[in-house]
């Protein structure tokens, strides 16, 4: 009997064995076909491709193979044909830093595209550093990634190969805040973050602004990102008399938390980031989450040109899954990339250098272009020139852009 | 405005949840000294189970006095197939293997069945809305009561006294308690022990798909990472009510729920405290009090009361 089930195991060992192999060298076989006669050049992402935001992350997946495969049929690099690497670390810090690892170890790997989140990114940033690697991240809002732990003082850059399409949460936060006090007019605020980077970063820039405008904080909580049962915290909120909750954090949580505060009978509007603008956040926060507001970065993707071409190319390329809300900051970064490695190539005479990746990373600084969100470059903290912030809120089973602008001191 | 009454609500909801999964746990250990980590995907399988139930087998706008009582059969019956099926053939084979064989081997049952969920079953890779009953919450003096919540309310107590006469008074139920106390002899008594540790793990699944069903009303929405941090905190309720004890977790899952409701709304009150209370903090607190319990009551709340080995 223990024979038998030991020989069970043994095959069922094996055979899996044998499919994680199978993957591997399909995805290899991939590689060494796609080139046609030319130099390949690996762009690699890491995001959430599984768990509960793998909605974000499989958009900016897509957004970057759809990157790659324009660059290829309009031959934008002569000479050089681009695939993509996509690897999954699951919103986790760990699994982020050993994905950038692997993509270090693949010498075709010029460029990265990610992080979704700015915890995963901290564990990332010096790996990609010690390569000369570089790293755009279409969702990193976090401030420190770029200007360093005490940016609100002195601003250093941390890492010279991290860039970012993103706008930060130093903008974000008080653009919220003015908004929510002077158009809103809501003056008693609850504050609720998740306690990650992005959660609690956005949370404090937010509040810092709300008091400055003459709002009151009359509540805060900390919330743990595993759980869905929030009903302690939305009874506080209800008594607590707040006229408007904050929200530091992502959609998977955001949804039940404002679903349960409205249940509550708090019928009190809840305000987010970026992280929570997706319609997945709708979905489930359910029919009460009208008039809840969320501010993302860029203007509207419906009211650009270059955004529509994108939305319909994404649209004919056949995707399962929605771009969400970084799939054009996806797309821009990809092709931030490939820019760098055009100019690389055009200087070196139509061929990559050896040491392409540290040539990469410095052309990147100069890049300059047109994008699906705008004008794409990048200041000297490795940040998006393009400051622009919208205002959405919940109509009618959707995000409706309100009010769209930047914020100044 | 008092919220105290209120806080109570919310953490007794969350508490017979937790009860609810505890008993799959508190079952299988008492009869097979098994700790079965993959139940909390079992519970979270359920929940997809009423789920496709809802939607993809009644037409739709069925009514949810109609739909509930199927969602709950269908339910039962995924949930009790997959846990029949895993002590089958993932921990009947390991039965006299030592004791981390099975262990590890539900470990690995709980991540396939969520990866499982997650790449087959349509659109489960973020979470999918739950059918929620119609009708305004009610108001019983400063408490409110979300519908959604009163199916929990009355299946929680209903299925523990369902329980509770299965196991003290049918043939088979008192076959169970002879089971727990010492399998061998029990088989030499004409037991059937190999149908019991069938019944227990298919009695600690539909358990677990009512839990799931709760879930699913209460929240509005189920994921395939539902069944992780709920297990782990069904095991605790288990652990703090005593193992092997049906009503101990109920009891345990409780107090764990009323324990974790309290820490979030008042630990930040107590002076010097306002770093430490926030929701975030209360799965410590929910654990430094099985810690606390532990070093004072080893067999937890209610001790082992159908089995007493060491």
Known sequence: MRQRSLIAITAALAAGALTLTACGSRDNGKSSDSGSGGTTVTIGIDAPLTGDLSALGLGIKNSVDLAAKTANKQNYVKGVTFKIVAKDDQAQPSAGQQNATSLVADNSVLGVVGPLNSSVAQSMQKVFDDAKLVEVSPANTNPALTQGDDWQNTKTRPYKSYFRTATTDAIQGPFAAQYVYNDAKKTKVFVIDDKKTYGAGLAATFTTEFKKLGGKVVGTQHINPDSKDFSAVATQVKNSGADVVYYGGEYPQAGPLSKQIKATGAKIPVVGGDGIFDPTFIKLAGSNATGDLATSVGAPVEDLDSAKTFVKNYKAAGYKDEYAAYGGYSYDSAWAIIEAVKKVVDDNGGKLPSDARAKVTAAMQNVSFDGVTGKVSFDEYGDATNKQLTVYSVENGAWKAVKSGTYTG | ?310
């Not at chain 2, 979470?127 to 919450?137: C, L």
């Not at chain 2, 088989?187 to 298919?202: E, H, S």
């Not at chain 2, 306002?274 to 209610?302: E, Y």
């Open chain 2, 1 to 310: 405005m008092n919220e105290l009454p209120q806080q109570l609500v919310n953490g007794l909801l969350l508490g017979s949840m937790y009860g609810l999964v505890a008993i799959g746990y508190t079952m299988v250990y008492g009869i097979v000294q098994l700790i079965n980590f993959a139940h909390g995907e079992i519970f979270m399988t359920g929940a997809f189970g009423a789920l496709t139930v809802y939607v993809y087998i009644l037409p739709n706008g069925t009514s949810m006095w109609i739909a509930l009582p199927l969602m709950l059969i269908g339910a039962m019956l995924v949930s009790t197939t997959i846990a029949v099926g895993a002590e089958r053939f993932a921990y009947r084979p390991l039965r006299n293997a030592p004791r981390l064989a099975p262990l590890i081997t539900a470990i690995g049952l709980s991540l396939a069945l969520q990866q499982a969920v997650w790449a087959w079953y349509p659109d489960a890779k973020s979470a999918r809305t739950f059918p929620q009953i119609d009708g305004g919450p009610f108001h019983i003096g400063s408490v409110t009561i979300q519908t959604g919540d009163i199916f929990l309310l009355i299946a929680a107590p209903v299925s523990m006294a369902i329980l509770g006469y299965f196991v003290m008074k049918t043939r088979t139920g008192r076959g169970m308690q002879a089971t727990a106390q010492d399998p061998d002899t029990a088989k030499l008594m004409g037991v059937n022990t190999d149908r019991i540790i069938v019944i227990a793990f298919a009695l600690g699944a539909v358990f677990a798909a009512v839990g799931a069903v709760a879930y699913g009303l209460k929240y509005g929405q189920i994921d395939f990472k539902m069944g992780f941090l709920l297990g782990l905190k069904a095991f605790t309720a288990a652990v703090l009510g005593g193992i092997g004890n049906i009503y101990g977790a109920m009891i345990g899952g409780i107090v764990l729920g009323v324990a974790e409701t309290l820490a979030t709304a008042y630990i930040a009150d107590i002076p010097g405290m306002d770093k430490f209370g926030s929701n975030a903090w209360a799965d410590v607190w929910a654990f430094v009090l099985l810690i606390l319990v532990l070093l004072f009551r080893p067999q937890g709340l209610l001790g082992e009361r159908v089995a007493d080995r060491a």
